[in-house]
């Protein structure tokens, strides 16, 4: 038996019908570029966040670009968020002229450490930009406590927590924007890229949409310097049709995940994702394989490759943390700067989690880690 870490086609034939049905209809309209299947997929979208207001644009990284812009930050700006994310969150940051500005990851949470996030504020930091990080939400009570106590904007990387909540309300409706992405491996993804951010102040959605079209308030007339980044019509019908499911696809996800804490538990050498208080949305299940001291090899990546072998696929996030990726070699964070996100690069892996996995395939991961780790247990000792 071989099991993918993702399998995109099989949600696609669970919908079926509905979703050829909607994308047909968008064909057969002629309106491919906004039009009424991207404005309702917006107001369903801003409603199942909990806000009044949903942009739709080409992608996540879009989106944290059009939010940043949006409320005006840009060079000479600092940006405090952390090293531990996909590259996007802080090329974002770049992209629109401001400094990322990183600091450390909790080790139990993967998150970023907000007892050290005051110490990283300085007379030029603008925002907040915590990430959600596999979907498990960020203390958003206290970043917000934060931010209002300096003054700072807040902007939730939301990529992979689409559904997540945090304290009972849904990521993306804490801070000053939320960036979503519907990459197709998030929680709500497209048939292709797609992003959104999500607000509650009309003004900055408006602005966020007029720079997502060239910065063109009506036809031609262009008051600023803006992007081409739409949400296409095409993708707006299908995720339209997954919408509703999420609920759902989300249930399966942390079922998946308890069953793994479960059936995982005590196996030496393992240390298993901690769920934090309710609202994990588990876009990712990744453990940790801890190292052993002086050891010439990763424990990590030898339990990763039987895995492989036994047919079992996983994948590492992040392998490099962002501040020592070499296109930040010129922010000089030299090695050991953060030390826990430097740590769970080496030691992190993700196991397959995606709704349609199935009891019988997740047995089979469980049952070959099972197999593998006591005979892998001498080189973690
Ligand atoms: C996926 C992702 C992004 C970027 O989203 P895209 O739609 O791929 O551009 C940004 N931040 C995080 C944390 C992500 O996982």
Redesign the pocket.
């Known amino acids: 038996m071989n099991v993918p870490p993702f399998s995109l086609g099989e949600q696609l034939l669970e919908l079926g019908e509905a979703l050829d049905q909607a994308v047909l209809e968008v064909l057969r309209s002629g309106q491919y570029i906004g039009g009424a299947a991207t404005a309702d997929f917006e107001a369903a979208f801003a409603a199942a966040c909990g806000v009044p207001h949903a942009v739709g644009c080409?992608?996540?990284?879009?989106?944290?670009v059009l939010a940043l812009r949006g409320l005006g930050i840009g060079p000479g700006d600092e940006v405090i968020t952390t090293s531990f994310?996909?590259f996007?969150?802080a090329e974002?940051i770049s992209a629109v002229g401001a400094t990322p500005v990183f600091v450390d990851v909790r080790e139990g949470s993967y998150l970023i450490d907000l007892d050290q996030l005051e110490a990283a504020i300085t007379p030029a930091t603008r925002a907040l930009l915590p990430?959600?990080?596999f979907g498990r939400p960020v203390d958003m009570e206290r970043v917000c406590a934060i931010a209002e106590r300096h003054g700072l904007r807040v902007i939730e990387?939301c990529?992979?927590a689409t559904g997540a909540r945090w304290a009972g309300r849904p990521v993306g409706s804490w801070g000053d924007a939320g960036?979503f992405?519907?990459?197709p491996t998030?929680n709500l993804g497209g048939a292709g890229?797609?992003?959104a951010v999500t607000c509650r102040d009309p003004e900055l959605a408006r602005r966020v949409r007029e720079l997502a079209v060239h910065g063109m308030p009506r036809r031609y007339l262009h008051t600023s310097l803006g992007y081409n980044s739409r949400l296409d019509a095409i993708q707006a019908a299908v995720l339209a049709v997954k919408l509703p499911h999420l609920p759902r696809w989300l249930e399966c996800r942390r079922d998946l995940a308890l069953r793994y804490s479960q059936q995982l538990a005590g196996l030496p050498g393992l240390q298993l994702p901690d769920p934090g208080p309710e609202g994990h949305s588990w876009?990712q299940y990744v453990l940790r394989v801890t190292s052993a001291v002086g050891a010439a090899h990763s424990p990590r990546d030898q339990l990763k490759q039987q895995l492989q072998d036994a047919g079992v696929n996983t994948i590492i996030y992040y392998p490099i943390p962002i501040h020592r990726q070499p296109a930040y070699a010129d922010l000089g964070y030299g090695p050991g700067s953060l030390p826990v996100t430097e740590r769970l690069c080496g030691e992190v892996l993700s196991l397959p989690i995606f709704p349609e996995l199935g009891e019988a395939r997740q047995q089979r991961v469980i049952e070959v880690l099972h197999s593998l780790v006591p005979a892998a247990q001498p080189l973690a000792a």
């Open positions: 080409n992608s996540g990284t879009d989106a944290l994310s996909f996007a969150t974002a990430v959600h990080l990387d990529a992979q960036c992405s519907f990459f998030k890229d797609g992003g876009n």
